[in-house]
């Protein structure tokens, strides 16, 4: 399958995003409750609710499950307004640049197409640093939330440049590497509301001495299994480094269903933008975005 889609958008600092080319065969391979933080969110609870991801499952299988009725309790303690959106580059459903939206909303189809639309786990690199992999990432777990019957989670595993938790103005005291090296620690103490309805994230967290470490510990797919199995509707999108600079996301992806490569626009060869795609484990690499 080969699709492509790229356009000029010159009110969201030129994301320019072509899907390119899906390489090799694509394998198919959520609860406690996402607790408060603070006093801050003292009042919101997510409803409780264990199920498989609708990957483990199989195609139709997750129907069983009353969704809507869970989605519908989940509590939003803030919100990002519109103008908030805008200044951070968000997409929403109402904004006014419908192209950036529109392209966004594709690639979201795209890869609903190739899931048989089921939910996924899907780590987003970049080809090599400043190629906006945050954004990507970011916007495309937004994209995922815009549908009301539907929940997106994102992981800050770029370990050495941490950055969502600023982009969304959230003071995160604990996160991902705070769970992964307590074994006693509550996974609902790092997950925060973005803001964004239906759209929560984890942090990077507090101890980052040592990412591939972490990653690589039996500990990190636990985890992986647990928080794809807090809701059966959540996509997961778990930014990291980039692939040319860490080992980062070539050990997630293993432990993911896809993995996808943001490209800067005119800024990488084609042989280093090729070496970069085949770092990817081939049964998981969806394609390339670019991104400029």
Aim: charged share 25%; with cysteine; proline share 5%.
């Amino acid at each position: 399958m080969k699709t492509s889609t790229r356009a000029r958008d010159n009110n969201s600092g030129g994301a320019d995003f072509k899907a390119r080319e899906r390489i090799g065969d694509l394998k198919k391979q959520g609860a406690d409750s996402d607790s408060g933080h603070g006093n801050d969110f003292s009042q919101w609870d997510d409803s409780r609710m264990l199920v498989p991801s609708s990957l483990e499952l199989g195609p139709g299988a997750v129907d069983k499950y009353v969704i809507s009725k869970q989605i519908v309790k989940m509590q939003e303690p803030r919100r990002l307004t519109r103008d908030d959106m805008d200044e951070r580059r968000i997409i929403y459903p109402e904004s006014q640049n419908r192209a950036l939206v529109n392209r966004f909303r594709h690639l979201r189809t795209k890869l609903l197409e190739l899931s048989g639309g089921n939910n996924f786990t899907m780590v987003v690199s970049g080809a090599c640093e400043g190629a906006g992999t945050s954004f990507m990432a970011l916007n495309l777990a937004a994209a995922f939330a815009f549908d009301q019957s539907k929940t997106a989670l994102i992981i800050d595993c770029n370990l050495r440049a941490p950055s969502l938790h600023a982009q969304l103005d959230l003071a995160a005291e604990t996160g991902l590497t705070d769970f992964l090296e307590d074994p006693d620690y509550d996974i609902g103490r790092i997950i925060y509301p973005t803001g964004i309805p239906r759209l929560r994230l984890i942090p990077a967290g507090s101890k980052r001495e040592t990412p591939a470490e972490f990653f690589t510990s039996f500990r990190m797919k636990q985890f992986l299994q647990a928080i794809r199995r807090r809701y059966p509707d959540r996509f997961i999108v778990l930014d990291t480094a980039p692939i040319s600079d860490s080992p980062d996301a070539r050990i997630l992806t293993d432990l993911c269903d896809y993995g996808m490569l943001v490209v800067p626009h005119g800024k990488l060869t084609p042989g280093k933008i090729e070496n970069a795609a085949l770092a990817f484990n081939p049964d998981k690499f969806v394609g390339a975005v670019i991104n400029g």
